[in-house]
């Protein structure tokens, strides 16, 4: 067992206390981030990135903290589900169908520990996923020439809209803005220069960085000067744990079905965890039919969600390690941060790389122990954070995204561009035009084109071999079904949830 | 009066006496024109290490980031606004001469810095997969000769950077003609680029040998020849030089710094001397040993190895129709 080999190697790096302090450390504030209402994983892991600069972490360290933040956020999402019945983040959701009704039952307690031990089944199954189909999918990631990447490349363009889409429109708008920026700089297949306009500080193009943290971060800031919420949240009493054995055992089948669902659905690229924990839902719900008392506060109804965004969380991860394209959201921000840490992800970091890989992949498993661990004992105390007033907590999100950018490259001239980025991004907020796609367009964009020049400088400027290779129609068909579906199934979809939502608790 | 006249005496006495022995004083600065950990700001800390170490300066020496246009904004800054400066050296490589050839930095050009000297290179290379046809260079150029779209090469720079730029000086030097037709195909670095190679979708990688080390050590890839001088030291010396396979080819990454063009004569010398014991000591072969960095000091004056690396990028830059 090569790969149980890998493992091992990657324990010892993950097991080291400088390590593990950090997995630690970025479970802890990725539960706090997810919880916080309006701070999902995306913007989770961007706040954090300016951080592990500024310590100056060596490259699998950086990985490990930022890999458990994504892991903590997917945990801390359901917190407020349960109490509040406003989910931390888009794929905590269908947390809150039956979750806020045990709350309000007088269980809050038990429905944050089933949560709890769902997200660590999740997870656990998703990691374990990911260590089986990672290694295999590396080793046929090397047939990949040129043309196949275009065509994945189009793929993950293609299925964008399943990511955020409400008004696919906007998405495209989104998207095309990222494509847009990404295009400043110079053009490698060429040498030349394009949209620099002589000026020195854009010859190297708009660093990703910078527009990640300016956009999710710096825009939150604004959006909270704007609301003025102050306040804070009444505490919520969360009351006594009084879960029985037998309950937790009567949910291990659902935990088994949500946490393998999530993870095919995480590792197509673009579908991501709000598709994961939506579809592990569903499924139970039906599976389950009479014998449950879904949206009535069933536990099964708590585990099912939650064991499918958390394994869904793992899965994204399968194409973002081995291909270099991200899954989801937050896989896309990793990618940008391994990038800048000067590594490649793709088929070949499994071998020159294995130490970051490996470690990673050990961090996720440490973490998810980590985070059961954290969370049962720690739920009173997460709970009373949630009534923290933001008016304490962004300035101090603020300063480290600007203390951050700065020690990247000593250079005002980016903090400016930053604070531009996070204009940007409370106009666009404000228009309704989700980020998520201007953060893949820049990332997928210039690879694109760059694989689509390859393509032809190969095949001697002939278009056909574009569609050349069975992997490669392949590839163009799923495209094709990525497009399509969100319009046929999409609205389905979204209706159904909405429909679930508004039969639940809420309306009584 | 007299006092006076003693006192002033003595002033200029020290003045010229410090003129004669010229010592940095205070903050010594070295400015890395990119992020940290890339190659220019290895250079800044681990040259700034010894030169502390071997007392060649006060203190520390303090590393700078100055990331933007490949280097440009920290030679425009050392062009305007630290132009009589004693105490800055800035971290400089190939990619700093092939720029300025190129005319990447507007209105720059070499004459407007001083060129310090080299402490060490990493080599170019020229590799194909283990299951590749070609056994040497000349089978590859023999091909090339006979059509020069046959081998497709990808290489870590952009198109008329330094990793193509190799490929073209190889097959000039063999008489290749129509370089502009050459494929190349560029990635984002070394390790994307060789993925295509070992993967089979291109013939031939054009890099650095650090690049390639972890390939070489797996077993996956096949170095044809290292564009150096004479074979390299320790684990490569196995790989044929292209000299000794008949093509003239030198490739040479070089690393070194260059500082402010009206520092006074003195701290220029100064520095000079202070790069050179620096390239000399223990201390610094063990940091190149450790490094991958390989001796490297250019035939004859560095200023003139300068000034003809530049002319014969120009050159080069223009054949292939980068340059009009």
């Known amino acids: 067992m090569e790969t149980l080999q890998f493992l091992m190697d990657g324990f010892a790096v993950a097991l080291t206390p400088y390590n593990l302090m950090f997995a630690l450390f970025g479970a802890f504030i990725g539960t706090l981030i997810g919880a916080l209402p309006g701070l999902g994983p995306a913007n989770g892991v961007a706040i954090l990135i300016p951080l592990a600069f500024t310590l100056g972490l060596p490259p699998e360290t950086a990985m490990i903290l930022l890999t458990s933040v994504y892991a903590g956020a997917m945990y801390g999402g359901r917190i407020s589900s349960i109490l509040l019945n406003i989910p931390g983040d888009e794929p905590a959701m269908m947390t809150c169908l039956d979750g806020y009704p045990m709350a309000q039952k007088g269980r809050a307690a038990d429905a944050l520990a089933i949560s709890a031990i769902a997200s660590f089944a999740g997870g656990l199954i998703g990691t374990i996923g990911l260590i089986l189909l990672a290694p295999v999918l590396a080793r046929f990631a090397l047939t990949f020439g040129p043309a196949e990447y275009f065509a994945l490349f189009l793929l993950a363009f293609a299925t964008l809209g399943g990511i955020t889409g409400k008004n696919p429109m906007k998405t495209v708008v989104a998207a095309t803005l990222g494509v847009m920026i990404s295009t400043v700089g110079i053009d490698i297949a060429t040498g030349t220069q394009r949209y620099t306009f002589g000026v020195l500080e854009l010859y190297e193009g708009i660093d990703f960085i910078l527009a990640i943290v300016g956009l999710f971060a710096i825009s939150e800031l604004l959006f909270f000067i704007e609301s003025r919420a102050g306040a804070g949240r009444k505490l919520i009493q969360v009351g006594k744990l009084s879960l029985s054995l037998k309950e937790v055992i009567a949910t291990i089948p659902t935990l088994f079905r949500g946490g393998i669902l999530g993870f095919i659905s995480g590792v197509l690229p673009g579908a991501g965890a709000s598709l994961g924990s939506f579809i592990s839902y569903t499924l139970e719900k039906q599976y389950l039919g009479k014998k449950a008392h879904f949206g009535d506060g069933d536990s099964r109804g708590v585990a099912a969600p939650e064991a499918g965004n958390n394994g869904a969380s793992s899965g994204a991860l399968v194409p973002m390690l081995t291909l270099g394209v991200p899954g989801s959201g937050t896989t896309a921000v990793l990618l940008a941060m391994l990038i800048s840490l000067n590594i490649t992800p793709g088929p070949l970091m499994f071998t020159q790389n294995a130490d970051i890989v490996w470690g990673v992949i050990a961090a996720l498993l440490i973490g998810n122990v980590l985070l059961l661990v954290l969370n049962i004992p720690l739920v009173g105390f997460f709970v009373k954070l949630l009534s923290v007033p933001p008016m304490y907590l962004l300035p101090v999100v603020t300063m480290v995204a600007f203390v951050g950018i700065y020690s990247i490259s000593h250079s005002t001239f980016d903090l400016y561009f930053m604070i531009a980025f996070g204009v940007a991004g409370y106009v666009l907020r404000k228009l309704d035009i989700p980020l998520v796609p201007i953060i893949l367009g820049m990332l997928l964009g210039p690879e694109m084109e760059k694989n689509l020049g390859h393509a032809l400088v190969l095949s001697d400027g002939d278009w056909s071999t574009l569609w050349g290779s069975p992997l490669a129609i392949g590839l163009w068909a799923f495209a094709a079904l990525g497009l399509a579906l969100p319009y046929i199934v999409g609205p389905l979809l979204r209706r159904r949830m909405k429909v679930a939502i508004t039969e639940g608790p809420e309306s009584d | ?324």
């Open chain 2, 1 to 324: 009066m007299l006092i006076k006249r003693t006192l002033s005496f003595v002033a200029a006495a020290a003045v010229s006496l410090q003129a004669l022995a010229w010592e940095p004083s205070g903050k010594v600065e070295c400015i890395a024109p990119s992020d940290p950990g890339g190659g220019w700001d290895f250079t800044c800390r681990s040259a700034g290490q010894v030169l502390q170490e071997l007392e060649l300066v006060p203190g520390s020496v303090q590393t700078i980031n100055m990331a933007g246009a490949g280097g440009g904004v920290a030679y425009a800054h050392t062009v305007s606004k630290r132009r009589s400066d004693d105490k800055l050296l800035v971290a400089a490589s190939n990619a700093t001469t092939t720029r300025l050839a190129q005319g990447q930095f507007p209105g720059m050009d070499a004459d407007m810095v001083t060129w310090v000297g080299t402490v060490g290179a990493d080599y170019g290379v020229i590799a194909v997969s283990k299951d590749s046809p070609y056994q040497s260079l000349n089978d590859l150029l023999a091909d090339m000769k006979a059509n020069p779209r046959s081998v497709k090469f990808s290489g870590a720079s952009a198109r008329g950077g330094w990793d193509h730029l190799k490929v073209l000086i190889a097959a000039k030097a063999d008489g290749v003609s129509n370089l502009p037709h050459i494929p190349y195909l560029s990635y984002n670095n070394g390790g994307e680029a060789l993925t295509q190679v070992v993967g089979g979708q291109v013939d031939a990688f054009t890099g650095d040998i650090s690049e390639v080390t972890g390939f070489l050590e797996s077993g996956d890839i096949r170095v044809l020849a290292v564009l150096a001088e004479e074979r390299l030291p320790g684990r490569f010396s196995d790989i044929p030089t292209a000299r000794e396979q008949g093509v003239d080819a030198l490739g040479a990454n070089w690393r070194g710094f260059y500082m402010p063009k009206d520092a006074s004569d003195e701290a220029k010398a100064y520095w000079r001397n202070a790069v050179a014991t620096l390239y000399d000591s223990e201390q610094w072969q063990a940091v190149m040993a450790k490094n991958g960095l390989i001796p490297f000091q250019p035939e004859g004056d560095f200023r003139a190895f300068i000034a003809r690396q530049v002319a014969d990028v120009e050159a080069l830059s223009r054949e292939i129709g980068l340059l009009k």
